[in-house]
């Protein structure tokens, strides 16, 4: 297979390089030492492989600093889903990396939760059917609260976090580390309209921005 120098999406994507090269070089000193030293990430990050969401943007991050795991509609199966891909990553952030915080972010107008609001189930002996199988107790939830169809789709996202959360805490790891209290979990909604980051107040029961707090 040979790549078609002519598609303009590789052609953007070819000159997207060149520019990071321009900058490679500018901070050479900064690239080689991520080069040479282990990785140190602060947070595991589970998020939507949304195209528009880039946790590095949204939150200022470095690289080395998130540990991502991006797929659609942040799922976190449960661990007895044997998704050795999630779990995979998440026992090598615990376990190798020593990260001590996972956030589970979900997004306004995510389109995995969208699509069984529109009816568009995929087929279920297809891996997107399957996948999108994930979302359905908080469809399930939202519906049985009867929340407004001006509210259903944000509300099921966040539902969804919630669950995901939940899912989370079926592993080992996860578990061990928050009975110890080592380990911190976190569910955050990004407003992809406005540029805000919801941290879920478990004490609240609401969604509150996230932002620095005044200290005492």
């Not at 991006?70 to 199966?77: D, L």
């Not at 087929?123 to 049985?144: E, F, K, M, N, Q």
């Not at 919630?162 to 899912?167: E, G, L």
Request: proline letters at 5%.
């Amino acid at each position: 297979m040979t790549t078609d120098w002519s598609d303009p999406d590789i052609r953007d994507a070819v000159e997207g390089h060149e520019r990071f090269k321009r900058q490679f070089e500018r901070d050479k000193a900064f690239y080689r030492s991520l080069a040479t030293r282990k990785q140190k990430p602060r947070l595991l990050w589970i998020g939507c492989s949304d195209s528009r969401v880039v946790p590095a943007q949204i939150t200022s991050a470095d690289p080395g600093e998130l540990f991502e795991i991006r797929n659609i509609a942040n799922v976190v199966p449960p661990a007895t889903a044997w998704d050795d891909s999630v779990g995979a990553a998440i026992e090598y952030a615990l376990a190798h990396l020593g990260i001590d915080d996972v956030v589970v972010c979900g997004h306004t107008g995510c389109g995995g939760i969208q699509a069984l609001l529109d009816g568009l189930e995929p087929p279920s002996d297809t891996h997107l059917g399957r996948w999108i199988d994930y979302t359905r107790p908080a469809h399930r939830l939202v519906a049985a609260a009867q929340v407004g169809e001006a509210e259903r789709l944000v509300e099921t996202i966040k539902a969804h976090i919630q669950f995901q959360i939940d899912n989370l805490r079926t592993y080992t790891r996860v578990r061990d580390g928050l009975e110890s209290g080592k380990l911190g979990v976190h569910g955050w909604l990004y407003v992809m309209e406005t540029g805000d980051l919801l941290a879920y107040d478990s004490h609240a029961g609401d969604w509150q921005p996230l932002g620095r707090r005044d200290e005492p």
